[in-house]
C-alpha cells in the first residue's frame, strides 16, 4: 500500500472550476472530456493526481444553463453546482466557485471549449517542476477572437502591466491552475470588483505558464462586446493598485518644480531689463506657483487615497500558508525509485 506522505505515493487533488453563463451547449462535452480524470492518472512527469471535483458556478445566463447544470449533476457524482443570486460576471463567478473548493490545486476554465482540459496534467507538472503557486495557460497558437480583439487585448495587458503596475498582466489567462490554499485565501478577502489575476499577483510567489494549444470556441458567440471588454480592461486598471495615483503625485511634483523654475527666471529676466509686460510676470509667477502648488496637494490626496483603495480591494499585509515541503508543492516524485 502506498502512503500519501511519500512523494511516489501522494495523489495530488484537483478541483476544476467553470464559471457558466451560457453553457447550454457546451457543457455536456465540457464534463465527458473531465471525466475520465476523475480516476487517478499520471502526468507526462509521473506525478499521481486526479479531478476530485468539477465545480460548475451558474452565473445566471440568457439559456438553459442551470438545466444542464441539474441534469448533468444528476448522472456525475463529481459534479458540484453552485448557484450564485443574479448575474455577478466571470471574476465574481470564478471567485465563488473557488471559494467552494477543497482539492490541493485549483484549475478555472472556460465553458466554450477553447480551453482543453488535457493540458491539466501539464499544467500540473510545470506547477511542480517550478515549485509555482500559480501557472497560466499559455497559447502557442492565435486566439480564435479575430485580429482586432486580439491585438485590442494583448495591448491593454501591455499597458496595464507597464504603466499601472499590473504584475504580469502580460500572462493572464482564464485556463490556470493555483495553489488551492492561495486560491481560496484570494477568494476569501477580495474586495468587491477586484481583478483576479491582479490579486493573485500580490500574494504568490512564484507565477509562470505552460504551453498549450487553445480551441476554437464552437457554434456559440462570444459573450463579450467591445464595449464590455472596455469595460473589463477598466475594472483591471482601477484593481491593479495605486500607481495611477502615484503618477498623479509625480505630475504634481513635475509642475511644481516647473512653475519654480519659471518664476526664477522671470523675476531674473525682468531686474535684467527683459522686455515684458507690466504685471504678466507676477502674474505668470503666481499662476506657475499655485498651480503646482494645487497639483502637489492633489498628489498627496491621491497618496491617501490609494492607502484607502488598497483597503477596499482587500491587498492583505501578509498572507500566511503552511510549510511549501508539507504541502502539495513538497510532493515531488523521487526519480531514483523510478520504476
Known amino acids: 500500500m502506498t502512503d500519501d506522505r511519500d512523494p511516489e ?6 478541483s476544476v472550476v467553470v464559471p457558466v453563463y451560457q453553457g447550454e451547449r457546451t457543457l455536456p462535452d465540457l464534463v465527458t472530456e473531465l471525466e475520465p480524470m476523475v480516476t ?24 438553459a444553463s442551470d438545466r ?22 466571470q471574476h465574481a463567478a470564478t471567485l465563488a466557485g473557488i471559494a467552494s473548493t477543497g482539492g490541493d490545486w485549483v484549475v478555472t476554465l472556460d465553458e466554450d471549449g477553447q480551453h482543453d482540459p ?77 481583478y483576479l489575476d ?8 512564484s507565477i509562470v505558464t505552460s504551453p498549450v494549444m487553445l480551441r476554437s470556441e464552437g457554434d456559440r458567440a462570444s459573450g463579450y462586446s467591445y464595449r464590455s471588454l472596455l469595460a473589463h480592461f477598466w475594472r483591471m486598471v482601477l484593481t491593479s493598485g495605486t ?16 512653475g519654480l523654475a519659471f518664476a526664477v527666471y522671470l523675476t531674473i529676466n525682468r531686474i535684467f531689463g527683459g522686455a515684458i509686460e507690466e504685471g504678466w510676470t507676477s502674474i505668470m509667477v503666481m499662476l506657475s506657483l499655485a498651480t503646482g502648488m494645487i497639483l502637489v496637494a492633489l498628489g498627496i490626496v491621491a497618496e491617501y487615497l490609494g492607502v484607502a483603495v488598497n483597503m477596499a480591494l482587500g491587498k492583505p499585509a501578509y498572507l500566511i500558508v503552511r510549510d511549501p515541503a508539507a504541502g502539495p508543492l513538497g510532493r515531488l516524485r523521487d526519480d531514483a525509485g523510478d520504476a
Not at 487517478?40 to 439559456?63: I, K, Q
Open 40 to 63: 487517478e492518472f499520471r502526468t507526462p512527469d509521473g506525478h499521481r493526481a486526479r479531478v476530485s471535483e468539477v465545480v460548475l458556478c451558474h452565473d445566471n445566463g440568457p439559456d
Open 68 to 89: 444542464v447544470i441539474r441534469e448533468l449533476a444528476a448522472v456525475h457524482p463529481f459534479l458540484k453546482p453552485v448557484w450564485l443570486s443574479r448575474n455577478f460576471g
Open 9 to 14: 505515493g501522494y495523489v495530488h487533488h484537483v
Open 118 to 194: 488535457a493540458y491539466i496534467p501539464s499544467l500540473l507538472d510545470t506547477a511542480l517542476r517550478e515549485r509555482a503557486q500559480v501557472v497560466y495557460a499559455s497559447p502557442e497558437n492565435v486566439a480564435p477572437h479575430g485580429a482586432v480583439r486580439n491585438a485590442a487585448s494583448k495591448g491593454a495587458k501591455r499597458v496595464l502591466e507597464k504603466v499601472f503596475g499590473g504584475g504580469d498582466a502580460s500572462v493572464f489567462n482564464s485556463y490556470r491552475l493555483i495553489l488551492g490554499e492561495v486560491g481560496r485565501s484570494v477568494a476569501a478577502y477580495s474586495g468587491t470588483g477586484v
Open 198 to 205: 491582479v490579486a493573485l499577483s500580490w500574494i504568490a510567489n
Open 243 to 258: 500607481r495611477g495615483l502615484r503618477l498623479v503625485t509625480i505630475t504634481g511634483v513635475l509642475f511644481a518644480l516647473f
